[in-house]
């Protein structure tokens, strides 16, 4: 199964792909899990990628979507794979469509006020890339794999609204894109973790009959 996770940085894409991906045997695939840990390496793409990422930009469409496409070839991705984060663009999404078809479009709506005090309380794992609010986890490690957990530079403030203004201008038109291609669902991602993966599996059920 292929699948797709829209929605507006912190509606819970990364916490529902990762329990998503568990349950179904897929791959996740996030690009901002994939920069970051190039961005930890020093590599080429993540020099080019951390001028943008510390702005609240996002990526050019060239370098993003030849990452993905790399990705797609590794052995995890047989059995399908959930895209967290891609595509963000019109661009990208029009270079998905060449390579792969999709099943299902999931869009988690959240509301912006909520999305802010979301965002300013997580931490993220430097070691397993799980996602955590600072109110669980008060000691700062990791309860997944005890590596530490820190405040993503990109998850304060200004960078954050920059963000969200990127989200709107950029990402949001690819809720219509994909309402017209017939394959979306719309969730009210403002709910406990545990109804909105209930209410995800039951959508992504019915994507398969
Ligand atoms: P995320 O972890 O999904 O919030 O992504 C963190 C940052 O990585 C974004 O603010 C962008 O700068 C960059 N990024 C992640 N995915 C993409 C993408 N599909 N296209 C362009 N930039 C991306």
């Known amino acids: 199964m292929k699948i797709i996770f829209l929605g507006p940085p912190g509606a819970g894409k990364g916490t529902q792909a990762a329990i998503v991906c568990e349950k179904l045997g897929i791959a996740h695939i996030s ?3 994939i920069l970051r840990s190039e961005m930890k390496g020093n590599t080429p793409l993540g020099v080019s990628a951390k001028e943008y990422i510390e702005k609240g930009q996002l990526v ?25 984060g891609f595509p963000r663009t019109i661009e990208q999404a029009k270079a998905l469509d060449g390579i792969t078809d999709i099943d299902k479009v999931i869009n988690l ?23 955590f609010s600072v109110r669980d986890v008060a000691d700062g490690i990791c309860p997944k794999c005890s590596g530490k957990l820190y ?8 960078t954050v609204r920059k963000r969200l203004k990127v989200y709107e201008e950029m990402t949001a038109p690819l809720i219509d894109y994909y309402s ?7 969730l009210d991602g403002n ?17 398969k009959i």
Request: hydrophobic share 35%; with cysteine.
């Open 60 to 84: 050019p469409d060239s370098l993003v979507i030849a990452m993905v496409e790399k990705r797609f070839k590794a052995d995890d991705c047989a059995n399908g794979y959930l895209l967290d």
């Open 151 to 158: 405040q993503r530079p990109d998850d304060m403030d200004e």
């Open 31 to 33: 690009t901002g899990d």
């Open 191 to 207: 709910r406990g973790i545990d109804v909105v993966t209930a209410d995800v599996l039951a959508a992504l059920e019915q994507a």
């Open 109 to 131: 709506e959240v509301p912006f006020e909520q999305i802010v005090e979301r965002i300013s309380s997580r931490r993220t794992c430097s070691e397993c890339a799980g996602i």
């Open 180 to 186: 017209q291609k017939g394959s979306m669902v719309t």
